[in-house]
């Protein structure tokens, strides 16, 4: 029992020895009655798998509950007390099939399973087999587990749609064993557990041979993309699935083979089990969070120049999905007479007070920039922008491996990227040409924001509009440079 989590813990006493009802012991955690079934039934699998490993037969479940109940007991009257039914640990045939989905590899058909509800909540409904594409050619995935006999499976759940934020949570571990490392990367936080150790850091992971990763949403042209200019690069088999509360399951063998994913739509996916920062009672924790981080967000500034022109702006940057959004992501960028604002709500660019803005779709400007929120470490994220304009780009580790320098070739001007990989932010980015330095944008990040001015004030919506205009994802940088923009 002590090796178990504590909401595993938590659930079986509440309800083998408390004997509260499935609805009460929802109630007392804050969640439904059918996210309650599921936990109970994952803490009855828990308990078993232990009770396995030291030697007990598959029918002991019961005995040990009871046995426990009267070892623990505050007094022998007490003890003699303590039953545990049958009916008791039976969770009903729904959570059964929710727990038998979330457990496997393969996608499970359920028919009716989109018209199955519990209480206001609607229980997950499982896509069908048809939206999943056959399987890339060869990869070479990169295990981010200790063990190279290592399984692995991951976790993808995107509120609001792939491309809109993303919650990940992976676990490697030996075959048939427990698991040897475990990464959350959730509404608030990063995790790494790993030898009984947690692990919360400023970074979220990213492959220490500096492979690219790709997700199961992925163009197929980005992917085959990059794995032609970083051979060896992770890739998943492929879903078309879109929309909200999606959770993508996948996952490869000790063989380095790719498992079939599964998709299902999960309305409160971030609340179940393989979501909770729920980790054993023993687990030794060591914060690796610095201020910004633990506020979850900060201001920065930018300074520099490009093609002789000074370049100044200020912004906010959400470190996480929950602080995206509670106040969103924005900057305002001035470069000589030219003006650059995005809000994630509005984009624009304007020359002079007086003449109309050029609008472009929100997010525009973040683009080629490290945008932690979205769930992907920020050597990644500029990377697959670098990848989504078929730019091609190299990766290699400065000297002490505290920084990452990431080269990207825009046929003409390249960009050279320096990335602090501990703090998860960009340093600073340089513009060169054959004929050597045309620019340079040094990154600062405030730690603290007490008494800051209105440098930091979001910017406003301007009322002259134009229509909006093709969204040049990471080549702003490079019109930016040319003076094209």
Same mark, same amino acid.
């Given at each position: ?62 005995? @040990?509950?009871?046995?426990?109940? /009267?070892? =623990?007991?505050? !007094?022998?009257? $007490? *003890? ?5 039914? #049958? ?10 099939? @929710?727990?038998?989905?979330?457990? /496997?590899? =393969?996608?499970? !058909?359920?028919? $009716? *399973? ?5 209480? #206001? ?21 990169? !295990? ?342």
């Amino acid at each position: 029992m002590k090796k178990l989590r504590v909401r595993h813990k938590a659930v079986l006493v509440m309800r083998c020895y408390d004997g509260m009802t499935h609805s009460e012991i929802a109630e007392s955690l804050g969640c439904s009655e059918f996210s309650t079934r599921m936990l109970f039934l994952r803490a009855k699998r828990a308990l078993q798998r232990e009770l396995s490993r030291n030697g007990f037969a598959k029918g002991s479940l019961l005995t @040990a509950l009871v046995l426990f109940g /009267k070892m =623990t007991a505050p !007094s022998k009257a $007490a *003890a003699a007390q303590v039953s545990v039914t #049958t009916a008791a640990i039976k969770v009903g045939l729904l959570a059964e099939v @929710a727990v038998l989905a979330t457990s /496997k590899t =393969t996608i499970v !058909s359920l028919t $009716a *399973a989109g018209a199955l509800t519990a209480g #206001t909540i609607v229980a997950p409904a499982v896509l069908p087999k048809q939206n999943v594409n056959p399987l890339m050619t060869n990869a070479a995935p990169v !295990s981010f587990g200790i063990n190279s006999d290592a399984t692995e499976r991951h976790w993808y759940f995107y509120p609001e749609g792939p491309g809109r934020g993303m919650v990940l949570r992976a676990k490697s571990g030996p075959v048939g064993g427990e698991s040897a490392r475990e990464i959350l990367q959730d509404k608030w936080s990063n995790y790494d557990y790993q030898d009984n150790t947690l692990y919360i850091n400023n970074h979220r992971m990213w492959a220490a041979d500096l492979s690219v990763p790709t997700l199961a949403t992925d163009d197929p042209a980005m992917t085959d993309f990059l794995r032609e200019v970083v051979p060896g690069t992770r890739v998943f088999e492929r879903v078309n699935a879109r929309g909200t509360d999606l959770l993508v399951v996948a996952s490869r063998n000790s063989d380095e083979e790719n498992k079939r994913p599964w998709v299902m739509r999960h309305q409160n996916a971030l609340y179940e089990d393989y979501f909770l920062p729920d980790w054993p009672t023993t687990t030794v924790v060591v914060d690796n969070r610095d201020a910004m981080h633990k506020r979850g967000w900060t201001y920065f500034r930018i300074r520099g120049q490009v093609n002789g022109q000074e370049v100044f702006g200020s912004g906010r940057i959400p470190f996480f999905y929950q602080a995206f959004k509670d106040d969103g992501a924005w900057m305002k960028l001035q470069v000589g007479s030219l003006t650059i604002v995005d809000t994630y709500r509005d984009a624009h660019v304007s020359r002079a007070q007086s003449e109309p803005h050029g609008t472009y779709r929100p997010g525009s400007f973040f683009k080629g920039l490290g945008r932690p929120w979205m769930g992907l470490h920020t050597i990644d994220t500029v990377r697959r922008d670098a990848a989504a304009k078929g730019i091609w780009f190299k990766s290699e580790y400065l000297p002490g491996k505290e920084f990452a320098q990431v080269e990207l070739d825009c046929e003409g001007v390249r960009l050279v990227y320096k990335i602090d990989l501990k703090t998860d932010v960009i340093d600073e980015i340089t513009f060169l040409t054959d004929n050597g330095e045309i620019g340079n944008l040094e990154f600062s990040y405030l730690q603290s924001i007490e008494g800051v001015g209105r440098e930091f004030a979001r910017p406003t919506r301007p009322e002259q509009r134009t229509a909006t205009r093709d969204n040049p994802g990471l080549l702003w940088l490079l019109q930016l440079a040319e003076g094209t923009i």
